[in-house]
């Protein structure tokens, strides 16, 4: 069964860090793609980055490029999304996900999310 665990979320201040984890279990995780994802109240979810667990290719949207870095801990299983220089604007519940296809494609399964709040 394929299971993904978010989590790391919480409240930080405008300018702060944090730092957020992917736990993957019930596939092959070399073979994936994992993207983070956002969705803030009102608004449409947004693909936020994605990393190759293969070749540690990433992909950023271009609000966060710069500022928050995607890295892959094959031997954990484990896919971290280091947001630095926050902003409110980047206040929503971030989830995780996996594609067997390619970052700009389908994801098939996907983790409960964690909760960011950043405060002006």
């Known amino acids: 069964e394929v299971q993904l665990q978010a989590s790391g979320g919480g409240l930080v201040q405008a300018g702060g860090s944090l730092r957020l984890s992917c736990a993957a279990s019930?596939?092959?995780?070399?073979?994936?793609?994992i993207g983070w994802f956002r969705q803030a109240p009102g608004k449409e979810r947004e693909g936020v980055s994605c990393?190759?667990?293969?070749?540690?290719?990433?992909y950023y949207a271009h609000s966060v490029e710069g500022r928050f870095i995607i890295l892959s801990d094959n031997a954990k299983n484990t896919v971290y999304l280091q947001m630095n220089s926050l902003r409110p604007e980047d206040t929503a519940v971030y989830h995780c996900?996996?594609?067997?296809w390619g970052c700009g494609n389908e994801y098939d399964y996907w983790g409960l999310g964690t909760q960011v709040t950043v405060s002006s």
């Open positions: 990393i190759s667990s293969s070749d540690d290719s990433t």
């Open positions: 996900a996996t594609s067997p």
């Open positions: 019930g596939f092959t995780f070399d073979d994936y793609y």
